[in-house]
């Protein structure tokens, strides 16, 4: 069945005048001028077809018609108030769906939602493996994490990092590179080659050579003395971007965990 169009603002402007029976007072309830009010009101009367106000002696007072539906429309008002708080209570809940490639959430993510859930245990997270092109409709995400030059054509904020380093086992391991699909150096004459950086930080690790892969992701391997740095962190046009569409983007839980997160 097809709705009928509302005429919102118009109801809302007849709902103040007529609680104060005043064009002037409904004007200062709503932050606009009087004759905004009344020109208000003069369209809602020409797309009901009835008068809802008259001017008396003892001023402003509604008409039949105008007092007949007032009951309905504080009703709906209410009902209006209802639903936008049924809708706003996902984001006072503190559950999040997260897509992310399967290394970083393993090397990066995961560490830092630990941390974020022994601050505050009402959060609960879900972590879904994802590759470069997410659907967010499809996967009822709130947030995503991609690798590439920026956030494509969705809101974003880039992860800080120091670009890219090449690690190798501590002391050294085989002179030989390590690649992986989407390494800036791959080389086919690579004695290893693998499915993604965080299984190439692993294979470093192993002693098969040396691998070129995201410093954020090799950070708490070198801190941890697994790996070692081959020279200078080298700065990259690519690196992982924190996404989501422009209403995902706007939730206070997704501001909040980009802002914890990319901090």
Request: proline letters at 4%; glycine letters at 10%; charged letters at 25%.
């Amino acid at each position: 069945m097809k709705r009928t169009h509302l005429p919102l603002n118009g109801l809302r402007v007849l709902d103040a005048a007529a609680r104060h029976l005043s064009f002037t007072r409904a004007a200062d309830e709503l932050a606009v001028t009087p004759a905004a009010v009344g020109q208000q009101i003069r369209a809602l009367e020409d797309t009901l077809g009835v008068v809802l106000f008259r001017r008396t002696t003892r001023g402003l007072e509604l008409t039949q018609e105008g007092e007949a539906g007032l009951d309905a429309l504080r009703t709906g008002f209410l009902q209006f108030e209802d639903a936008v708080r049924a809708m706003q209570a996902g984001q006072s809940s503190k559950s999040l769906t997260i897509a992310a490639p399967r290394d970083l959430s393993g090397k990066w993510l995961m560490p830092r939602l630990a941390e974020i859930s022994a601050a505050d245990g009402e959060f609960r997270f879900a972590v879904i493996p994802a590759d470069d092109i997410v659907d967010f409709t499809e996967a009822n995400l709130d947030l995503a994490i991609r690798w590439g030059d920026g956030p494509g054509d969705h809101e974003g904020e880039a992860l800080e990092s120091d670009g890219m380093v090449t690690v190798e086992r501590p002391g050294g391991g085989a002179d030989m590179r390590i690649s992986w699909p989407g390494c800036l150096s791959e080389d086919a004459h690579s004695l290893v080659r693998v499915g993604d950086a965080g299984l190439a930080i692993e294979a470093a690790a192993s002693g098969l050579g040396r691998a070129t892969v995201p410093e954020l992701l090799a950070r708490a391997d070198i801190a941890a003395n697994r790996v070692a740095m081959v020279g200078e962190a080298k700065a990259a046009r690519f690196g992982y971007w924190l996404v989501a569409p422009l209403p995902q983007w706007r939730q206070a839980k997704v501001k909040a965990l980009v802002d914890t997160l990319a901090g």
